[in-house]
């Protein structure tokens, strides 16, 4: 039988780890949660980024950023009380997909899940567009980098 042997283990910086010369490069991370809002005709919700932010126009996924010691689920709930004026059981996101891409010197990652059961009717409170839009159709529209391979998981899915 194998066994680990009995040294003590400790954590090293992971650049202790690399050859020298070399090192990670290491920037800050910020975790982003986006819904696929799916309703019964198989339409997902996609709203346009509002005038003023960065890549104004194009269409998204709603959601926003997670704070510090806020669980995914519960801060996409809140993103879309206050982007959408809807009411979402954090239990009822099903996790679906992910991104991870350079975003204004910081790196993404992008979770998104699925929704099909809400409460409210879709409002856009932030002054952004909204759709009702087919995954087979999103390829026609002009999206943020991240969320490009999220549609095709979507079309996958959906």
Request: charged share 20%; net charge negative.
């Amino acid at each position: 039988m194998w066994r680990l042997p009995s040294v003590a283990l400790t954590a090293l910086p992971v650049n202790n780890l690399l050859k020298r010369g070399r090192s990670v490069q290491k920037i800050p991370t910020m975790l982003v949660v986006a819904a696929a809002l799916a309703d019964p005709e198989g339409r997902v919700l996609l709203q346009a980024r509002p005038e003023g932010k960065a890549m104004a126009g194009l269409w998204e996924f709603p959601g926003g950023k997670v704070e510090p010691g806020e669980v995914p689920e519960h801060a996409l709930a809140r993103e879309l009380r206050e982007e959408l004026g809807l009411e979402v059981d954090p239990s009822a996101f099903k996790p679906t997909a992910f991104a991870s891409a350079p975003l204004f010197g910081k790196h993404m990652i992008l979770l998104l899940y699925v929704a099909r059961a809400w409460q409210g009717e879709p409002a856009a409170l932030e002054g952004q567009g909204l759709a009702w839009v087919k995954p087979a159709d999103m390829g026609a529209l002009a999206m943020p980098p991240a969320d490009v391979p999220l549609v095709e998981a979507l079309q996958a899915l959906l």
